[in-house]
């Protein structure tokens, strides 16, 4: 049920609408993910809210998915990953000091040039995600700028990447 609050002269009156809920079949637990990293916060990373920043969640996916990549040394492979879509769901807040356990998964892998990640930002000490973000990676001829092939040893490793449900 959604509903709509409206204020009348300083009266809430509340009007509902009926809607179909989604049902989220994503387990949205640390078993869920794969592949693994943690970061420690820094003083830095808290806003005025006394909490870890917005920007540094970007950071946190862009570095985990790096690490990934680096371990398959991607960056070594004659194709390169662009990043073509991104985005975050924050469900609740990290507050320094933490060290944020990073998960990724793939939850959709192209025919050809996409891969699609989850990944899940953790609290040390949560087993549910502070915030649960989506990373695209297209990948592309350095020299055109186009869509390519990925590279089987990044298919391979993707594939033992993927969650299966």
Known sequence: ???????IEGVGVVCGVKTKKKKNKKKMNRSFYRFWHTIPTRWMDQDAF???N?????????????T????????ELPARPFVVHSSCTYKKPLVFPVDVHV????VKLGKTSSCTY??????????????????????????????????????????ELEHSE
């Open 50 to 52: 006394g909490h870890v």
């Open 118 to 159: 989850q990944i899940g930002l953790f609290d040390e000490t949560s087993d549910t995600p502070s915030a649960v973000g989506t990373f695209v990676h297209v990948w592309t001829d350095p020299v055109t700028e186009k869509p390519t092939h990925i590279p089987d040893t990044m298919r391979t490793a993707y594939m």
């Open 54 to 66: 917005n920007v540094q969640y970007y950071s946190f996916m862009d570095t985990a998915v790096c």
């Open 1 to 7: 049920k959604l509903q709509f609050l409206y204020f």
């Open 103 to 106: 998960g990724i998964t793939v």
């Open 68 to 75: 990934f990549l680096g371990k398959q040394k991607a960056f």
